[in-house]
């Protein structure tokens, strides 16, 4: 399966059991990625597991910086930084119908973590350039093993959702 192809729909497959998972709505609009009445959450996931090659590089996320800014609207802003693994690897997936896809999930895990601790990573420009497009961003590498200490675990449907350190256990009942 293409790569590119893979990652937006398993991005919104992610999204969509974030969402489920912490009773929040996916945001259509721009910001964060969940929203509800009292916060923001941005959603960050990256493929684990022994059926991926990514697991010779330290595990981590990548963030785009303007998505920095939302932590600067009002209501409590929070980044979710997930895990999932699969039960093959991507290059034996034939499938582009989501529902399918979603079976060969393994298991999720989420940290949910304070705005802040994201500004311990420094931005870094990159840009490149392929035949069909280019680009110009900043991004920051927040990585696994600098997660804040985990305070409450809850067990979900496919998963595990894990608070840290100063996130208001109240405002994710």
């Not at 497959?13 to 941005?42: F, Q, S």
């Not at 420094?122 to 350039?129: F, I, L, R, Y």
């Not at 804040?148 to 109240?170: F, I, Q």
Request: glycine letters at 10%.
């Amino acid at each position: 399966m293409d790569a590119r192809f893979f990652n937006n729909i398993m991005s919104e497959l992610n999204e969509e059991w974030a969402a489920n998972t912490l009773g929040m709505i996916i945001n259509r609009n721009g910001g964060p990625d969940l929203i509800d009445d009292k916060k923001g959450v941005e959603i960050k996931f990256c493929l684990t597991g022994n059926k991926c090659r990514a697991e010779r590089y330290t595990l981590g996320w990548t963030v785009l910086e303007y998505q920095m800014n939302y932590g600067k609207n009002g209501l409590p802003f929070f980044w979710g930084l997930g895990t999932y693994e699969l039960d093959r690897p991507i290059s034996e997936i034939q499938t582009k119908n989501a529902r399918r896809l979603e079976r060969y999930v393994l298991s999720r895990g989420l940290w949910i973590v304070k705005y802040k601790w994201m500004e311990q990573f420094p931005p870094h420009k990159t840009s490149g350039q392929t035949k069909k497009s280019s680009w110009e961003n900043t991004l920051r590498y927040p990585k696994f093993n600098r997660l804040p200490r985990t305070t409450l675990t809850s067990r979900t449907a496919g998963g595990l959702v894990r608070l840290t350190g100063g996130v208001d256990v109240r405002l994710f009942d």
